[in-house]
């Protein structure tokens, strides 16, 4: 109940101050996770450590990039 509080207040709000406000709430959301990001960097070492054993191949350049476009 108190988010549709707070939208209520919000949405009387001048539209500099409703700018303002969703300026201050999307940078909250811009902000790493620390577990996430050490997960991430945990998986990449493993990744990188299974390449170096040759568990696993990387793939070339340009087999990779028509990927990106889809």
Do not use: C
Not at 7 to 32: M, N, T, W
Not at 57 to 66: A, E, I, K, M, S
């Amino acid at each position: 109940m108190l988010a549709m509080q707070i939208k209520e207040e919000a949405l009387k709000l001048k539209p500099v101050e409703k700018a303002h406000l969703a300026e201050l709430l999307l940078v909250s959301l811009d902000q790493p996770d620390s577990e996430i990001e050490q997960k991430w960097v945990e998986e990449s070492e493993q990744r990188y450590a299974a390449y170096k054993r040759g568990e696993i191949q990387g793939l070339p350049l340009d087999q990779f990039t028509p990927r990106l476009s889809k």
